[in-house]
């Protein structure tokens, strides 16, 4: 029996042979006699599984060696302030609100910093970003944030924003949660990114920070030791036990990326020509239906998570109950929003999308649109 087309925001679904492999190794990982929850974190069996999701990490993203990889906790709203406890200097930072994440970032800043609103995409009810050129950045910040994918409200970045060409030499912190690993990092135009786990690398509870180096040993006297970027790299993520099933898992999905091909791409770059033909085939069927919209610049949709609504909104609860009786699971919008929405991520096979565009016209069992 196939399993069902899971198409939830987050915690999200998890490529099919990583949790095989998980539940095969549950009682006994590699012959141990202990599965690797059972493990100590700096045993020789943990510190194999975390040295190997680091290395393989790296050369996923392409991560430079000036920059230190930190496994934490507390998933990307903690780290919304743990960032500026780290970074800020009780400065003023600029934040360019493109929507729900961004918001929250700007508002929890305001604890430990000085938040200045760079720029905001309110006023278009956030279906499209402020330009880079049109950002009004202060003369100094200690940094710039930028969510480059809004999980909520549907908009990404394709590419990031170079803060240098814009006359600014603050580093860029990027919350990559919802994109981390579907598409490549341009480095040289970031100084830290943040991401939690559970949309496309494994299960909530893990937290990837890649910081450079530079950036380190700068946090305020009222940071938790836990929460000081260089503590944690300085213990190469073991200041405090790390979530090591969540390390575990997402080393199982590194391998599994690492083994993805299209054509003559592996990796990363496999994997962000498969999000580019998932979305565009998605974003085609919607704009060409009488049945569905979504109001999300085109030059700004995003390939992960895509929002769309009913035009006649009485019809959202059958076309749900409907998709979960089809095996599409999880497609209601956040409630900030309404709607549906369809999250892509990696594990989710363009298989998936076809069957979602097949049910679309065809609601429930035929009935939720009857004059078709």
């Given at each position: 029996?196939?399993?069902?087309?899971?198409?939830?925001a987050?915690?999200?679904?998890?490529?099919?042979?990583v949790?095989?492999?998980?539940?095969?190794?549950?009682?006994?990982?590699?012959?141990?006699?202990?599965?690797?929850?059972?493990?100590?974190?700096?045993?020789?069996?943990f510190?194999?599984?975390?040295?190997t999701?680091?290395?393989?990490?790296?050369?996923?993203?392409?991560?430079?060696?000036?920059?230190?990889?930190?496994?934490?906790q507390?998933?990307?709203?903690?780290e919304?302030?743990?960032?500026?406890?780290?970074?800020?200097?009780?400065?003023?930072?600029?934040?360019?609100?493109?929507g729900?994440?961004?918001?929250?970032?700007?508002?929890?800043?305001?604890?430990?910093?000085?938040?200045?609103?760079?720029?905001?995409?309110?006023?278009?009810?956030?279906?499209r970003?402020?330009?880079?050129?049109?950002?009004?950045?202060?003369?100094?910040?200690?940094?710039v944030?930028?969510?480059?994918?809004?999980?909520i409200d549907g908009?990404?970045?394709?590419?990031?924003?170079?803060?240098?060409?814009l006359g600014?030499?603050?580093?860029?912190?990027?919350?990559?949660?919802?994109?981390?690993?579907?598409?490549?990092?341009?480095?040289?135009?970031?100084?830290?990114?943040?991401?939690?786990?559970?949309?496309?690398i494994?299960p909530?509870?893990?937290?990837?920070?890649?910081?450079?180096?530079?950036?380190?040993?700068?946090?305020?006297?009222?940071?938790?030791?836990?929460?000081d970027?260089?503590?944690?790299?300085?213990n190469?993520?073991?200041?405090?036990?790390?979530?090591t099933?969540?390390?575990?898992?997402?080393?199982?999905?590194?391998?599994?990326?690492?083994?993805?091909?299209?054509?003559?791409?592996?990796?990363?770059?496999?994997?962000?020509?498969?999000?580019?033909?998932?979305?565009q085939?998605?974003?085609?069927?919607?704009?060409?239906?009488q049945?569905?919209?979504?109001?999300?610049?085109?030059?700004?949709?995003?390939?992960?998570?895509?929002p769309?609504?009913l035009?006649?909104?009485s019809?959202?609860?059958?076309?749900?109950?409907?998709?979960?009786?089809?095996?599409?699971?999880?497609l209601?919008g956040?409630?900030?929003?309404?709607?549906?929405?369809?999250?892509?991520?990696?594990?989710?096979?363009?298989?998936g999308?076809?069957?979602?565009?097949?049910?679309?016209?065809?609601?429930?069992?035929?009935n939720l649109?009857?004059?078709l």
């Amino acid at each position: 029996m196939n399993r069902p087309f899971n198409f939830s925001a987050g915690p999200a679904a998890i490529p099919e042979e990583v949790l095989q492999q998980a539940a095969a190794e549950m009682l006994d990982w590699h012959g141990c006699g202990m599965g690797v929850m059972e493990m100590s974190h700096r045993g020789k069996e943990f510190i194999s599984i975390y040295e190997t999701a680091e290395a393989d990490v790296r050369e996923l993203l392409a991560i430079p060696a000036h920059f230190k990889i930190l496994f934490m906790q507390g998933g990307g709203i903690a780290e919304n302030a743990i960032v500026p406890m780290n970074l800020s200097r009780a400065g003023v930072v600029d934040f360019v609100v493109t929507g729900s994440w961004s918001q929250k970032s700007f508002k929890e800043a305001a604890k430990y910093a000085q938040p200045h609103l760079a720029a905001s995409g309110k006023d278009s009810g956030f279906t499209r970003p402020v330009a880079p050129k049109d950002w009004q950045l202060s003369s100094n910040p200690a940094y710039v944030h930028i969510c480059s994918n809004e999980t909520i409200d549907g908009v990404e970045f394709h590419e990031l924003p170079d803060l240098r060409a814009l006359g600014c030499d603050a580093p860029l912190v990027i919350d990559f949660s919802s994109h981390v690993a579907s598409r490549p990092v341009d480095w040289s135009r970031v100084g830290l990114a943040f991401g939690g786990a559970q949309k496309n690398i494994g299960p909530a509870g893990l937290t990837i920070v890649v910081v450079r180096e530079d950036l380190l040993g700068h946090a305020l006297p009222i940071t938790p030791s836990a929460f000081d970027f260089k503590t944690v790299a300085d213990n190469h993520s073991m200041f405090n036990t790390p979530p090591t099933w969540g390390i575990y898992m997402a080393g199982l999905t590194f391998q599994w990326l690492k083994r993805q091909r299209e054509g003559e791409l592996t990796g990363i770059a496999a994997m962000e020509q498969r999000n580019i033909a998932k979305a565009q085939r998605f974003y085609d069927y919607v704009d060409g239906s009488q049945l569905y919209v979504n109001a999300i610049d085109p030059a700004w949709r995003s390939r992960m998570n895509i929002p769309f609504q009913l035009r006649d909104a009485s019809r959202n609860e059958a076309f749900l109950a409907g998709a979960k009786a089809a095996g599409l699971l999880q497609l209601k919008g956040h409630k900030s929003v309404g709607g549906m929405r369809a999250s892509l991520y990696n594990a989710m096979p363009m298989a998936g999308v076809q069957a979602l565009i097949a049910f679309m016209p065809q609601g429930l069992g035929g009935n939720l649109y009857p004059e078709l």
